[in-house]
């Protein structure tokens, strides 16, 4: 019998029907926009600065996934690869170095640009967009709001993230992100970003793909290489992507797909 997990799916469930009461319509737009997008022969990418890495990661080539979305990696801003943590924590705070990120990705006017940050108040993420604004991208934007409304800035332009999307998708953590309490503990446990945020990202990537179609553009996309009967994919999907070489930023290895 489970305690406080049951509490905890029971959290996530509440979350995930309040992504589909209020926050559809930010995705239906998102979601138009990134089709447009891709429509009009522009790239599509994605940034998360550590944990906020792993929903980005999520939907980045895996199974059902689709492949002209671009993860911007930096050091110590994937995942939580590096040790120790004050380093990866001090370098998301730390100015210049998104702008950086950014400056060296491969955003184009009329590209899109998916920022996965829960508080929305780190340099790094702030920089990002503003960057990418500068460049004519568009922006959009998956946060709390009200995390990110209840503390200040971090960037000296006092900007916090949701302030720069086109769309902004709330993702509706508390502040402090963590959830469940226990009297023998003096603080809360348990976060609920990056399930919900996950979530959101593949609802995102779904009306993205049903979007595309129905504007006549057919996106490729990844099956499960340990799935018997990929390989009779394999040659449409190659041709998928060389028709999209231009816009794909990453390397797929042939001897896989």
């Not at 994937?78 to 730390?94: A, F, H, K, Q, T």
């Not at 970003?193 to 995102?204: D, E, F, P, Y």
Request: proline share 4%.
């Amino acid at each position: 019998m489970l305690g406080k997990g049951k509490e905890y799916l029971e959290v996530i469930a509440a979350l995930l029907r309040r992504v589909e009461d209020e926050q559809a319509e930010a995705i239906a737009r998102a979601a138009d926009l990134i089709a447009e997008t891709l429509v009009q022969g522009r790239a599509l990418f994605a940034f998360g600065a550590v944990h906020s890495s792993l929903p980005v990661s999520d939907v980045f080539i895996r199974a059902g996934g689709l492949a002209l979305l671009n993860q911007i990696k930096a050091p110590a801003m994937n995942s939580v690869e590096y040790d120790p943590p004050m380093l990866w924590i001090g370098m998301e705070r730390l100015e210049g170095y998104g702008s950086l990120i950014a400056r060296n990705a491969h955003l184009k006017p009329g590209d899109a640009l998916i920022i996965v940050s829960v508080s929305g108040r780190n340099p790094v993420s702030v920089e990002i967009a503003m960057t990418a604004k500068q460049k004519k991208v568009k922006v959009i934007v998956v946060t709390s709001l009200a995390y990110s409304k209840s503390l200040p800035s971090r960037h000296s332009s006092g900007k916090k993230l949701f302030e720069l999307g086109d769309v902004v998708i709330d993702c509706m953590s508390v502040p402090g992100d963590a959830i469940l309490e226990h009297g023998a503990l003096p603080v809360k446990f348990c976060a609920t970003s990056g399930v919900i945020n996950t979530a959101i990202l593949q609802t995102l990537m779904a009306e993205t793909i049903e979007r595309s179609i129905a504007r006549g553009f057919i996106p490729p996309v990844f099956i499960a290489g340990n799935l018997d009967g990929y390989e009779s994919y394999k040659h449409e999907f190659h041709k998928q992507l060389e028709e999209n070489r231009d816009r794909i930023f990453y390397t797929i290895f042939e001897e896989m797909y």
